[in-house]
């Protein structure tokens, strides 16, 4: 670290080496007080120039030197859009990054010796998934992300993340959006790419007038959208639909659900699949007839319908509508569903002790309640799907106190230039194998 010499009334600046990313995937290094500074768009290794702006921040002037993992951003609003934060990190330095992330939380939480991790990326241009800002800008309408640390809205002119087909809707959408009375000055818009085809759930700070929903109807019709609901931003109601041309459905496994507008789905068709076949890679490899599987935060079933091509699954969900989506669909399979809130009613331990596995995949809070509860069951195997590594260090800490060991490791970067990361770990526990045995044994 050097302190540079500067004209006469410039702040003087201070050079600096990157030594490795932050949570947020910001380059941190270490200011002379011997105190962190982040510095967002570097990359550890690289010497930086920071200059102190009026209120004392340290802002990069310059990089001097810089990493052999830096790349020219594919998209010109990187920098701007606040979606992607990496794009100037090479996809394998990022993917070797996020695998880093995951293997930290696994040993914060006690475990030293980690199986290696399978490693999945997904491709540019997949997300069917979209959470979009709508702000008036006079007679403009700004459909996109907000900007990094801001309200503003950054109009999503390009997206190298989300599929072509979600892209190519949005000039449309603006279009429909400008003429909406309901649509005062701000909203959301929320798109999930099905297999039906786009499912649109809108918010707005007004009310729908029969105009709004006559050309919301229109609107659908012109792009072949199954399904468009409705609700205002400043409510927890259910949405309502506003146009419904269609059927909605999605297919999971061998069942065919309809999930509820705004449902939750994992960000690409892709890595869906990978964690589906991580979660069933990591299950005890024999499973007969008397097994049973209880999942806990199943959604709609990503996970619920493919696991019970093993054994027979109890699904707990606490979303109303998408645990009502996934019981319709239930028939003629080996999935029972329940809708429970497992903040305030977790599956208890003494139940949990009765499946061969545990299979969860929390908000991104964690799943603090339960892990006590699966601590205290003790169930052969669990599998934990996370999306948040340091929701992921304090569960797996009570599955380490609990005697499980580490068996494998996915880690799976589904959200592509961002610090987000997925994982799915399988945990086992040796002394409820050994009991269970001895009790077939003795029985
Ligand atoms: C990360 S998503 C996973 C959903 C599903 N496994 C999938 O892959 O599509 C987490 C799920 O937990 C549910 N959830 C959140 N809080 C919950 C709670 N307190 N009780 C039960 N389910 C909850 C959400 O509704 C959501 O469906």
Not at 385 to 411: E, H, Q, R
Request: aromatic fraction near 4%; glycine fraction near 8%.
């Amino acid at each position: 670290m050097t302190q540079s010499t500067a004209a006469h009334d410039e702040p003087t600046p201070l050079d600096v080496s990157i030594r490795s990313l932050g949570a947020q995937g910001d380059g941190v290094a270490s200011l002379p007080d011997g105190s962190a500074v982040h510095v967002p768009y570097t990359l550890p290794g690289e010497l930086v120039r920071l200059t102190q702006d009026k209120g004392g921040r340290w802002t990069l002037k310059e990089i001097l030197t810089q990493s052999p993992d830096r790349v020219d951003p594919p998209c010109s609003l990187f920098g701007n859009c606040g979606g992607c934060t990496l794009q100037h990190m090479a996809l394998p330095a990022l993917l070797a990054w996020k695998s880093e992330r995951v293997n930290a939380a696994l040993k914060k939480a006690g475990f030293q010796t980690l199986p290696t991790a399978e490693q999945h990326q997904v491709k540019s241009h997949s997300r069917r998934r979209a959470d979009l800002a709508i702000r008036r800008n006079g007679k403009d309408i700004l459909l996109g992300l907000h900007a990094r640390n801001s309200h503003a809205v950054v109009d999503l002119t390009e997206c190298s993340v989300l599929h072509p087909t979600v892209v190519s809707a949005l000039p449309a959408f603006r279009q429909v959006l400008r003429s909406l009375e309901g649509l005062r000055q701000a909203g959301d818009l929320h798109i999930n790419l099905l297999e039906s085809g786009m499912d649109v759930l809108l918010a707005t700070d007004g009310p729908l007038s029969t105009g709004d929903r006559t050309r919301l109807a229109a609107f659908a019709d012109s792009l072949s959208i199954p399904r468009i609901s409705w609700r205002s931003v400043s409510s927890n109601a259910e949405p309502e639909n506003v146009a419904q041309r269609g059927s909605v459905r999605h297919s999971f496994g061998s069942a065919t659900v309809a999930p509820p507008a705004g449902a939750f789905l994992q960000a690409t068709a892709e890595s869906e699949a990978w964690i589906q076949e991580s979660v069933i890679a990591a299950l005890p490899k024999k499973l007969g007839k008397r097994d049973t599987l209880i999942e806990l935060y199943a959604g709609c079933g990503t996970l619920s319908f493919p696991l019970a091509s093993r054994a027979r699954v109890l699904a707990y969900e606490g979303h109303a509508a998408a645990a009502s989506c996934l019981q319709a669909a239930t028939g003629g399979t080996r999935v029972t569903a329940e809708c429970r809130d497992l903040n305030r009613r977790p599956i208890m331990g003494k139940t949990l002790n009765t499946a061969t596995a545990v299979v969860l995949d929390p908000p991104h809070a964690g799943a603090k309640l339960q892990m006590t509860q699966i601590a205290a069951g003790k169930p052969k195997s669990v599998v934990y799907v996370s999306c948040n590594p340091a929701a992921l260090a304090k569960d797996a800490t009570v599955l380490f106190s609990a005697g499980y060991s580490l068996s494998s490791i996915s880690v799976i970067d589904q959200f592509l230039w961002s610090a987000e990361v997925e994982a799915v770990c399988g945990f086992t526990h040796e002394s409820s194998r050994r009991s269970r045995s001895g009790l077939s044994r003795s029985g």
